[in-house]
């Protein structure tokens, strides 16, 4: 029902930025990015609901990265600034078909996941 491609990732240097976006097909609802790093968790480092007016971000993004979209291209957004080592990761986008005024940050709520794009930080 919902396809989800995420694009923008690759390798850069500590304190570089990058942008990566995600093509969605399908009904508009709240969206969200995680990561997940080598041998750890997924985890949430940003949501944003259906309509844009309300986000989250984990602390250890906050300030760093920006979550946005733009309905009419059909495409979710990850701006991230001040890249650290710690951000290495495959970024995912995701999509929960429940939410749209609100933004969940807990993986199990979300039903539709892109492919995922490597993000590799060095020094």
């Known amino acids: 029902q919902v396809q989800l491609v995420e694009s923008g990732g690759g390798s850069v240097q500590a304190g570089d930025s990058l942008r990566l976006s995600c093509a969605v097909s399908g009904r508009t609802s709240s969206m969200g990015w995680f990561r997940q790093p080598l041998g750890k968790e997924r985890e949430c480092v940003a949501g944003?609901?259906?309509?844009?007016?309300?986000?989250y971000y984990a602390d250890d993004v906050k300030g760093r990265f920006t979550i946005s979209r733009d309905n009419a291209k059909n495409t979710v957004y990850l701006q991230m600034n001040s890249l650290k080592i710690e951000d290495t990761a495959v970024y995912y986008c995701?999509?929960?078909?429940?939410?749209?005024?609100?933004?969940?940050?807990?993986?199990?709520?979300?039903?539709?996941w892109g492919q995922g794009t490597q993000v590799t930080v060095s020094s």
């Open positions: 944003i609901s259906g309509r844009g007016s309300a986000t």
């Open positions: 995701a999509a929960d078909p429940t939410r749209y005024s609100t933004v969940s940050s807990k993986s199990s709520e979300y039903q539709y």
